[in-house]
């Protein structure tokens, strides 16, 4: 059993949802990171997700790509990833676009994120179908491997993901880029009713 299906059995355990927090890592500085994701576990986070600061965010909104263009601007490298997961006092996975890892090479990636104790990574960007070099480089080196979903995804499309995905799904619970909403919307209830 991998260390993110034990968070999930554990709060399934106490009948509670478990607690996913963010951060891009290196934000505002690598040192402050740590401390943040640190007061995060302290206040009841179970699993953290580290963003891996990457300079073409499309995928993100505007909040997220201040925070990672202030993280670059400060001289954030693919070290201080592995720095900021190894002082990380919660499992945790690193998001990612699929650029960074595979031009760190994935099976040097993987390497590295397990030897910092990390327990996988999201890769939004990434689909199963294309990711047979990443899941056996996250395989080998014991790490799980998150693939998305959107409300858009048809059943047959959510099957797929699921049967690639370990972990859990990254249910993505609205259309567009990530950011600050007023609301949800209602299609993420649909999303997480079908994905179960």
Request: charged share 20%; net charge negative.
């Amino acid at each position: 059993m991998s260390r993110i299906t034990e968070v999930f059995a554990k709060a399934k355990s106490e009948n509670r949802s478990a607690l996913i927090g963010y951060i891009p890592a290196g934000f505002p500085t690598v040192a402050r990171s740590i401390e943040i994701i640190n007061a995060m576990v302290e206040g009841g986070v179970d699993l953290i997700e580290v963003g891996y600061p990457y300079s073409d965010p499309v995928m993100d909104g505007p909040v997220i790509q201040r925070a990672t263009e202030l993280s670059l601007r400060e001289g954030f490298s693919s070290e201080d990833l592995f720095t900021v997961v190894a002082a990380s006092k919660a499992p945790t996975l690193v998001m990612t676009y699929w650029n960074p890892v595979e031009r760190y090479s994935p099976a040097q990636f993987a390497r590295d994120l397990a030897a910092a104790g990390g327990a996988g990574a999201i890769t939004p960007d990434l689909i199963p179908e294309e990711a047979g070099e990443w899941v056996a480089a996250a395989q080998h080196e014991g790490l799980d491997t998150v693939f998305l979903v959107a409300p858009s995804s048809p059943d047959v499309r959510i099957r797929a993901v699921a049967a690639a995905t370990t972990g859990f799904v990254y249910a993505a619970s609205t259309m567009g880029v990530t950011g600050a909403r007023t609301q949800v919307g209602t299609a993420a209830q649909g999303l997480v009713e079908r994905v179960r």
